[in-house]
T-cell receptor
């Protein structure tokens, strides 16, 4: 069964600094998708960034980038120039690219990020 | 695009009462998902639909929970009778058929059963 592990329950970063959140996953599939979601105190789940496993190039969205290591089954999120608004719970998630009964998004347990002014 | 719309945003009910949570997915999305979030168990998938048909309900905790999707624009999650351990945030999410998209989540319903 596929699992997603986030080993850092909490992280803290100074404003304007860079922080990296870790995520590992377990799968026997070769093709899949990975996601990072942000959940601020408003509890809205917001998609931050996605990565296709068949792409070697790491995804980037403005200040957010990933370090995707397929062989190591690692998918970390780097936040550059951290801002107060980045404070939130961050969830790593996995999904296989097939429809029907296997179409599920599997979440990790989350990392709570605090941003210090 | 108004996003995924859930109602109510908060619900407080007494143990034993029936609770109905509602969701309107994004137009054109073929998949609809119901998740439950608690501190102890994190985000759990309860059930999901494809083209209004339930595909996997293995996450539904027990017979007190039921979900329906009578048409492409509306779904309900019902708990009858409710219990204090059902207290959680319930999210609805929808997705296009192309699975490289992530889900779009609603704002969630915070359910408190007293």
């Amino acid at each position: 069964a596929q699992t997603v592990t986030q080993s850092q329950p909490e992280m803290s970063v100074q404003e304007a600094e860079t922080v990296t959140l870790s995520c590992t996953y377990d799968t026997s599939e070769s093709d899949y998708y990975l996601f990072w979601y942000k959940q601020p105190p408003s509890r809205q789940m917001i998609l931050v960034i996605r990565q296709e496993a068949y792409k070697q190039q790491n995804a980037t969205e403005n200040r957010f980038s990933v370090n995707f290591q397929k062989a190591a089954k690692s998918f970390s999120l780097k936040i550059s120039d951290s801002q107060l608004g980045d404070a939130a719970m961050y969830f790593c998630a996995y999904r296989i690219p097939y429809g029907g009964a296997t179409n599920k998004l599997i979440f990790g347990t989350g990392t709570l990020l605090a941003v210090q002014p | 695009d108004a996003g995924v719309i859930q109602s109510p945003r908060h619900e407080v009910t007494e143990m034993g009462q029936e609770v109905t949570l509602r969701c309107k997915p994004i137009s054109g999305h073929d998949y609809l998902f119901w998740y439950r979030q608690t501190m102890m168990r994190g985000l759990e998938l309860l059930i999901y639909f494809n083209n209004n048909v339930p595909i996997d309900d293995s996450g539904m905790p027990e017979d007190r929970f039921s979900a329906k999707m009578p048409n492409a624009s509306f779904s309900t999650l019902k708990i009858q009778p409710s219990e204090p351990r059902d207290s959680a945030v319930y999210f609805c999410a929808s997705s296009r058929d192309r699975v490289n998209y992530g889900y779009t989540f609603g704002s969630g319903t915070r359910l408190t059963v007293v």
